[in-house]
């Protein structure tokens, strides 16, 4: 197969929106008033809410745009390719420990003040990340620059996660976990030169690498476990992730050069939609649907959820041609880094500059008046990554 033209309209509008839930559901975490299917499922629950689905459907992203990025590169995997590999998943790794450890920053001890610090980790990141930007320019390296100073001039407080006043791994974070998941499934699928078997045999056996881990029946050493939690981060995690590329294969052109049917990507679609579905179903009764375990219930489940919205995407904007309604949802769809940053960007911006929080009135409040005041805020943020694709400040890893 031969790697898809043009780009996927549905593909970058499904992206997009699922940056849009992102950042409203983080606007409305933990406000007082709101329905219960709007509030992360508990630590002990079992079952899932609708922001629970987010992060599982940027998971099945991120695996979809597998096959459309590396399809090419099967069959003459190098240490150019590996570098990029390692850069990308290690820049996310970075970021994601960074932002895990932001919580416990200590301004009293550390030598910026907290905003000014955060402010310039994201300058760092966009200096970094900066799509058409050479490793070879200045900017890239002032950029490296920048970042090495901030890993070195963090402190934080000491709590029950954390012993040391520097930066500590303890987990990877949001970002790291991608970073992890995204690396394993890239090699695996040049590994495997993108067979759609292979791929699926892959998704089994990330699956049973949960399942095993978690028993216990795997030999597993500690100190492998403390640096990365390998049930979670590269089973199940993982798994998700290899969901889309096992999908993503359908946007390659066959060996004439030709798309793949509408028909047999609907059908595919819709069948293994529902065999995650079912198949998470099958295994809840272990662990059940949970999210903070990641297990791998709730892996399969949301995995299936998510993919039979996105066909829904694929039916509307690339079979029908509807797109229309799905103008505002492209330029976070084209830039989703950049609009990942934009509402922590502003808030630590806003806070340099002592600026008043006139633009979050109710969130103490809550209830309707909180929940439309997030929406207003989310749009804002989205407004926010449309100027900057205007800017050219497009940010890629």
Known sequence: MQTAKP?????DAFRGFVILAMIWVNYIAGMPGIPHWLEHAGPKTDGVTLPDLVFPAFLLIVGMAIPLALHKECGRFGAALLGRLLWRAGSLMVAGVVLANAYRYD??????????????????????WRQGGSRRSPAFWLGAALMVFLLAAFRGEINAEF???????????????????????????????????????CLALLVALYMGGTAGALPLPGALMAFVNVP????????????????GRLFLRDGDGQPVAHGRRIRFMAWFALALFAAGLLLRPYHGINKIHATAAYTLVCAGLVLALFLLFYVL?????????????????????????????????????????????????????????????????????????????????
């Open 317 to 397: 904007i690339d079979v029908l041609g509807w797109g229309a309604w799905s103008a505002m949802l492209m330029p976070a769809g084209a830039n989703a880094l950049f609009a990942y940053i934009a509402p922590d960007l502003w808030e630590q911006l806003a806070a340099a500059l002592r600026l008043p929080r006139f633009w979050w009135p109710y969130l103490a409040s809550g209830g309707v008046p909180g929940l439309l005041n997030a929406a207003a805020m989310t749009l804002a943020m989205m407004g926010l990554t449309a100027l900057a694709n205007r800017a050219g400040l497009k940010l890629k890893f």
């Open 163 to 201: 012993s040391a006043v520097h930066l500590q791994h303890t987990w990877w974070g949001i970002l790291g976990m991608i970073g992890w998941a995204y690396l394993l499934c890239s090699l695996l699928y040049l590994a495997t030169r993108g067979d759609g078997a292979a791929l699926t045999g």
């Open 7 to 11: 780009r996927l309209a549905s593909l």
């Open 107 to 128: 301004a009293a001890t550390a030598l910026l003040p907290r905003a000014v610090y955060f402010l310039l980790f994201y300058v760092a990141m966009i200096l970094l």
């Open 232 to 247: 979670q981060v590269l089973g199940s995690t993982a798994a998700n992730v290899m969901a889309g590329a096992v999908v």
